[in-house]
Structures are given as structure tokens and as C-alpha cells.
């Protein structure tokens, strides 16, 4: 059987405000506010130390429309790091960071490969020449989604050894966090995947172990 290795991140909240403890505390707001990116640079420095074959985001990269340039450019930086080593990232779009409002201004490398909110899209990472993972994609389009997006998700004809979901949306028990594109653990069962890389839970979360894997990474930084 061939081996894959693959970081699964999500929630990273670039650029948060921290508006509430601004007022309170400026400096140690700012010292949060870095601990994002700082978090996120520590998901690539995993990445090419191991090495990964490829990065998944789940969503919610940035925290909400109103994001700084800086921020941008630091993301896009970091995704050049990864590009540099020959390492793909593939990255849904979260309730926070729609894809309708996303980096218009700063373009991402050409290892980024941003699924459409349209309708689960599939690409295929291949290694030594050989396919090894179907990457099967579906973005958040903003708005308030109560849509099931698991039904949509299909195996291809002729899968890889290993079939990967990628997407930010909750199963079972929304918790604190609002229930944006719900399903249930049964609705997964019978789609053949390895693997159910989810975002949008912020706490560290395996739903399931195996057979498939259902895995939400929660907030890096913690």
C-alpha cells in the first residue's frame, strides 16, 4: 500500500482584532494578534520538515472581510515557502472568509489550488508520476448555508489509492460555533473516503478514528 503524508490545518483566523481587548490591553492584543501568523508559520515549518506531500486548509483562513494588507502578503509569503519546496496546497473557504471576498489584491502561488462554492471539485495529487490522492474540495459561498454538502461528494471512476474530503462545516453537534453546512457522521459512511479533513470547530476534534478518519485540527495558536 503507498504512504501518504499530508499536514491538515484550518481556522487559522488571520489578522484577528481582538476589538474587546484592545480597549483593555493594547500590547498584549498585539502580541495575539501576531500569534496567528506566528502559528501559521509553524504549520509551514512542519510542513517542510517532515516533509509533507501536501498541505489541506479547511477554511476560515482569515477572520472576516476587513483584513490587512500585511496579512495578505504574509499568507501568500508563507504559501511561497511551500512552493518553493515543490509541496501543493489545497484550501477551502470558511463562513468567515466566503469565497466571494477573497484576495482580489495579492495573488497566490501557483501550488495553491482554491476549491469552487459552486460544487465539490476533485484534483489529484500524484507523486513519482503515480496518482495517490483524489482531493475532493467544496468552498463556503457565504451566507448562512443549512445545505447538507456531503451529498454532493462522489468517489471518482477511477480513484487514487486514497480519496480525500476537504471542507468547512459542522457534524453532529454544532457546540458554541453556529451550524454551518451540517451533516451527520451515517451521511459519510457509504462514500469509500480515507479521510474527512473538516474546519469551522475551533477545539481539536476527532470525531472519528478510521474508516473514514473525520478530523477537525481546531485553532493552531491555540
Known amino acids: 500500500m503507498p ?20 480597549e483593555i490591553d493594547a500590547d498584549l492584543a498585539n502580541r495575539l494578534r501576531q500569534a496567528t501568523f506566528q502559528a501559521f508559520r509553524r504549520v509551514v515549518d512542519l510542513c517542510l520538515r517532515e516533509p ?30 511551500l512552493a518553493e519546496a515543490g509541496i501543493p496546497v489545497y484550501l477551502t473557504f470558511g463562513n468567515h472568509d466566503p469565497a466571494d471576498d ?25 507523486k513519482d508520476g503515480r496518482p495517490l490522492a483524489d482531493i475532493h ?3 463556503f459561498d457565504g451566507g448562512k448555508s443549512a445545505d447538507n454538502p456531503v451529498l454532493l461528494f462522489r468517489k471518482t471512476e477511477d480513484p487514487a ?3 480525500i474530503g476537504l471542507l468547512h462545516a459542522t457534524v453532529g ?3 458554541p460555533h453556529a451550524p454551518y453546512s451540517p451533516f451527520a457522521v451515517d451521511d459519510v459512511m457509504d462514500k469509500g473516503f480515507d479521510y474527512w479533513a473538516l474546519g469551522h470547530v475551533h477545539k481539536q476534534r476527532i470525531v472519528r478514528q478510521a474508516d473514514p478518519a473525520i478530523v477537525y485540527p481546531g485553532n493552531p495558536q491555540g
Open 3 to 22: 504512504r501518504v503524508t499530508f499536514i491538515h490545518t484550518a481556522d487559522i483566523h488571520l489578522d484577528t482584532p481582538f476589538k474587546g481587548l484592545s
Open 52 to 81: 509533507a506531500d501536501f498541505l489541506l486548509i479547511a477554511g476560515d483562513t482569515f477572520d472576516g472581510e476587513t483584513r490587512s494588507l500585511s496579512a495578505q502578503l504574509g499568507f501568500a509569503e508563507e504559501l511561497g515557502r
Open 102 to 126: 477573497w484576495l482580489r489584491e495579492i495573488p497566490l502561488p501557483g501550488n495553491v489550488h482554491c476549491f469552487s462554492p459552486a460544487r465539490p471539485e476533485t484534483v489529484t495529487f500524484s
Open 137 to 139: 474540495g467544496l468552498s
Open 161 to 163: 489509492p486514497f480519496s
Open 173 to 175: 453537534p454544532a457546540g
